[in-house]
């Protein structure tokens, strides 16, 4: 059975605290990506990566940094938290072969900065 | 500009009865995908659906039927026989270009809430 699995599904950080967000997953996917979902505004891309050590920045990536050292493994860090941080975070992960592949997604790690 | 459009927040169906999810889409590429993924209130979101711009006829899983009209630009998600099970947010989403290593647009949701 396939799967991404997200480290934490409910954390509680403070303002300027650095917070790790961690994804792995088991299906030797290549693309790896990292949302985040606030209502109302669907899902918005922060960072993508297409292989291992490399990056690129999606729509919000301010705020943000990521890490991908291994295949399996794509973090999401955020360096000092802020309030306006506080949302849901999620991974999904494909596979880089065939245009119709869909994303396979995490359950979620919903953030509160207090 | 948005490039997916969902233009439904909130949806209501009575069990058992169909029900249609609107989506319009804004690309000039030739070459593009559509997608239907649900979200449960456990959070994973789970991928039901997908539309290429090539495919001659509409996608069909299941329960779960793509109307897709390229001239008008619409993706529509049709779900029959609705069940309770189906209370869920629902998003669009579409892939541009042709290429391997795509990065997919999602819309803002709708709210799907089957009434027994």
């Known amino acids: 059975d396939v799967k991404v699995t997200q480290s934490s599904r409910y954390l509680v950080k403070r303002t300027g605290e650095k917070v790790f967000l961690e994804c792995v997953q088991d299906m030797d996917h290549e693309n790896m990506f990292w949302y985040r979902q606030d209502p109302g505004l669907g899902l918005r891309l922060i960072y993508f990566s297409y292989d291992v050590k490399m990056k690129e920045k999606g729509d919000i990536p301010e705020g943000y940094s990521v890490s991908r050292e291994k295949k399996e493994r794509f973090s999401l860090i955020l360096e000092s938290a802020s309030t306006n941080q506080t949302s849901m975070y999620l ?8 245009v119709s592949g869909e994303l396979f997604f995490g359950e979620g790690s919903r953030l509160t900065v207090l | 500009a948005q490039k997916i459009t969902q233009t439904q927040p909130g949806m209501f169906v009575q069990e058992k009865e169909a029900v249609t999810l609107d989506c319009t889409y804004d690309t000039s590429d030739p070459s593009y995908g559509l997608f239907w993924y649900k979200q449960p209130s456990s959070g994973e979101m789970i991928f039901l659906i997908y539309q ?17 009209q390229k001239a008008r630009k619409s993706a529509n998600l049709v779900i029959s026989a609705s069940q309770l099970g189906d209370s869920a947010m629902y998003f669009c989403a579409m892939r541009e270009g042709g290429g391997g290593s795509y990065i997919p647009t999602f819309g803002r949701g709708t709210s799907l809430i089957v009434h027994p």
Do not use: P
């Not at chain 2, 290429?52 to 897709?68: I, V």
């Open chain 1, 91 to 98: 991974c999904a992960s494909r596979r880089d072969r065939g």
């Open chain 2, 52 to 68: 290429g711009s090539y495919d001659q006829q509409n996608a069909t899983e299941g329960r779960y039927s793509l109307n897709f």
